[in-house]
């Protein structure tokens, strides 16, 4: 990747243009990346290809004609299939090509993803992300960077053009165990900011006084800055689903218990989010959270 | 209280010269008033009496002097005795005195103190406090005030010289209410702090990583900015006493239990607390809570 060689640039590969990953294709080509596109639904594609990427016939295609490939897929299973299935990425990728898994994904699994891909001489950064849709968008994310230390700094003008704010945490699924620790402090801050709306409205003493009296001393949190407003204006557009954030807790919880954490708020938080989703709320903002600590206090919504 | 009265200033009454007490008395002598001050361990007067106070030799006589009364005690009883038990406050003032309680007391119980003293034509403000010994030596506290509008404004000069951040929030409990929510929401951060710090070490992380990359996202609070350092440091050092979180974690949750208020983080952490402090911890910092969850995670306290 010397100076020589810009004439033949990098070209980047991208796999999985949901919500997350057009926003970050995106932001690759707008700082200049040869990007060539694959989405299993073929529709997602066109509009990045107007942007100016090349959109791949299959993964493999992708795979052959790409030094660095991007995934954003929805879990697991989906990353795995897209590196080792049939017609999978490890068999197309040359060696010494690197994969950077953007996807919230298992911490272990992604370790033993990455030592499949190492025997054949690819390497991989798990980089999961933080900054939603529209940091996204705008190549304005947080990206918490497991690996090896030189693939991380070869990676960084890619990981830079998707993220304002790159950290290298580790090796290989440090990322993903940062990104776990980020959703468990953010919901424990939320269940206690909801508890205490919640406490407060039933004995008639207003959130909105609360969070102001709160931001001035050491309960202070972003939570309570941002988030706290959908619960005092009742909005709970999404935002970041609750279905998602079940997700990545349970994550999580099965990042602890691999090496036997002792977790009982994200467990508790877990359970609450499964009555969020299990009782049709799944696909609203996660601070629904806080909206079901209401219903079960008692709280007037109209109040 | 007009200017041609400061010949004859207000006497400013103070009962109870702990740290929190003392801090607060010495404030209100640095700030010009005329301060008289009782201690039921006569020691803790004298040092108050340097500094320009008067010390009285009992409650009654205390309250025969003086037209404001500040509390700082321990409990719900304290304040109940001191106002109500024999030779107490209520009886010695004179009607149209106002009762300061800066004590973190229950909120129920001090709207029926409040009702009581009315009977008496005394006022009462609850203002509990936060900002710790350093706020309180410093007249830079945080003070949470419930109580009747005009008599708030009538009490400011007092409360201006032992608080830096003064709000009025509602009537007479509103300053217990949010006190109590401050306590939920600050220990909802912290477990969650203290949970992804765990699971961080035992997947090899260090947990000043997960801080700084955490710091720059939604997850970001005082908490993890400031107390967070005690679980990295290993400083389990007061600060705010473990078992004094667990009494105000108590008091939360008997104020939620008194409207039915669904608080399953807070009654979780009250457990944890109870746990802290029944395991012989209850007199280091409320940060030893985040101690507790590493113990019970298998974190090598050496790592």
Chains 1, 2 share one sequence.
Not at 74 to 94: K, N, P
Not at 97 to 126: H, K, N, Q, W, Y
Not at 256 to 272: E, H, K, S
């Amino acid at each position: 990747m010397s100076a020589t060689q810009s004439s033949s640039p990098v070209r980047v590969g991208f796999i999985g243009l949901g919500v997350m990953g057009r926003g970050m294709a995106g932001s690759l080509l707008r700082a200049g990346h040869a990007v060539t596109v694959f989405n299993r639904n073929a529709q997602a594609m066109p509009p990045l290809v107007e942007q100016g990427a090349q959109a791949a016939d299959s993964i493999a295609a992708l795979g052959a004609s790409c030094r660095v490939v991007f995934l954003c897929l929805s879990d697991t299973a989906a990353v795995e299939a897209v590196l080792f299935g049939e017609g999978g990425l490890a068999q197309a990728l040359a060696a010494g090509s690197t994969v950077i898994d953007t996807s919230t994904i298992s911490a272990p699994a992604t370790r033993g993803f990455a030592a499949r891909l190492a025997e054949r001489g690819v390497a991989m950064l798990d980089s999961p992300v933080s900054g939603g849709q529209q940091g996204a968008a705008t190549g304005s994310l947080s990206c918490m960077v497991g690996g090896d230390a030189a693939v991380f700094e070869a990676c960084l003008p890619y990981l830079q053009a998707i993220g304002s704010k790159v950290a290298h945490v580790g090796g290989v699924g440090a990322g993903q165990v940062v990104k776990a620790c980020n959703q468990v402090a953010v919901t424990g801050v939320m269940l206690g900011v909801a508890e205490a709306f919640a406490l407060a409205r039933r004995h008639d003493v207003p959130p909105a006084v609360v969070r102001e009296a709160l931001l001035g001393g050491a309960a202070r949190s972003m939570v309570l800055e941002k988030n706290a407003l959908r619960l005092i204006e009742r909005d709970f557009q999404p935002g970041f689903k609750a279905e998602l954030m079940r997700k990545d807790l349970r994550l999580a919880l099965q990042a602890g218990q691999d090496r036997g954490v002792f977790m009982p708020g994200a467990a508790l938080i877990a359970q609450l989010l499964e009555g969020v989703c299990s009782a049709g709320e799944g696909s609203l903002d996660w601070s629904a959270l806080g909206k079901l600590v209401e219903t079960l206090s008692g709280v007037d919504e109209q109040a």
